[in-house]
């Protein structure tokens, strides 16, 4: 049951007559439904307001069972997937230490990007059992794919560089010629994964019911492909000497000015009611952080190849504030799920709107 704007108030009604005796000797009662000595004008609602509330206090949406391990691998999906390019780059590019530490930094990312995943999903087989098929419109089956296409070409070219840095004394006989002559296909193919590998996560986010994640299912791509940007770029800035790094500072600079707009953008475009969730409790201050140090990391980006030491400063800068918008945006969907008030307004909202526009034949929204 619901209020209106006719429980608080009644027409005027001739005055009455306040409580006394009657003749002979009885009182007389007040009305029903008015405060005891009134007139019938201050009656007050018998229906409290309405509140969003569900059954037995439970959540509309269930918010899925992640943890920590979850938002791990969304950061070091990013920095994989950003270094994979800029091992790419420094490929075609010849700079061979920026290369190296790229491919070296991209597979370490991968590694504790596996074991985050497997972390999550209980046992390593589940994983195998992802690879069993392939289906185009669930982003776990596609990222899955994504993850082993990548993992394998940076394999094969971190197999290089290893052997490379032991002096070429590796136990691989006669497998030497043949990775020297895959190398730089596969250095080029996990470039080409690279991009999907940074930002499929997004669409994972975004395509389920959590409120805040699915409201921003247009833009989260590009906030989470812009924070990649920045990370790798950051990651190559602190292991590689400034002589070699000028693509990555380039790329971080980039990063740092489309994750400042994407974030505004993807705020504006979404409804009111499921920004408050980024701008509150923990993933406010995660979030606030994050534009902060993207800020002065930028800033640093741009003196970083005079300094060895602002660009050390300015890549941790840039890697943290990576890592604290994956963090923030993992927490403040898990928030979203477990009011329903982030579910149900935007749900009136919406309903409002196509009534507005005409639209009261189809399966939604009734006459």
Request: with cysteine.
């Amino acid at each position: 049951m619901t209020t209106s704007e006719f429980d608080a108030y009644r027409p005027p009604e001739k005055p009455r007559r306040r409580f006394g005796r009657r003749p002979g000797g009885r009182r007389r009662h007040g009305n029903l439904g008015t405060q005891p000595g009134g007139d019938g004008t201050r009656e007050v609602p018998m229906v409290p307001d309405a509140e969003f509330v569900s059954y037995y206090g439970k959540p509309v949406v269930k918010p899925p069972p992640w943890e920590w391990p979850v938002a791990l691998y969304l950061f070091v999906g990013g920095v994989a997937g950003g270094s994979g390019v800029i091992a790419a780059g420094a490929q075609l590019a010849g700079l061979d230490t920026l290369r190296r530490n790229a491919r070296l930094g991209a597979m370490t990312a991968v590694g504790i990007s596996g074991a985050a995943l497997v972390a999550d999903l209980g046992r390593p087989e589940r994983f195998y059992n992802m690879l069993r098929t392939f289906k185009i419109t669930s982003p776990m089956s596609v990222g899955s794919w994504i993850l082993t296409g990548f993992s394998s070409g940076m394999g094969v070219a971190v197999a290089n560089e290893v052997d490379r840095i032991s002096g070429n004394r590796l136990p691989i006989g006669p497998v030497r010629p043949v990775l020297r002559a895959v190398e730089g296909p596969a250095g080029i193919g996990a470039g080409v994964f690279g991009p999907p590998l940074a930002g499929y996560t997004a669409a994972l986010l975004s395509n389920t019911a959590v409120p805040t994640w699915n409201g921003a299912y247009k833009h989260l791509p590009f906030v989470f492909a812009s924070s990649a940007s920045l990370a790798s770029g950051g990651l190559a800035m602190v292991t590689t000497p400034t002589s070699q790094t000028r693509p990555a500072r380039t790329l971080a600079a980039i990063g740092c000015a489309a994750d400042l707009v994407a974030t505004k953008v993807m705020e504006r475009q979404m409804d009111p009611v499921l920004v408050e969730p980024l701008h509150h409790g923990t993933p406010g201050k995660l979030l606030r952080w994050s534009e902060r140090l993207v800020v002065a990391g930028g800033i640093g980006t741009l003196f970083a190849g005079r300094s060895r030491a602002v660009a050390v400063a300015s890549g941790l800068a840039l890697m943290t504030a990576s890592a604290f918008t994956r963090f923030g945006v993992f927490e403040a969907g898990l928030e979203s799920a477990k009011d329903p008030r982030y579910t149900i307004e935007p749900q009136k909202r919406r309903l409002a709107a196509r009534r507005a526009a005409g639209i009261t034949g189809d399966s939604i929204t009734t006459a």
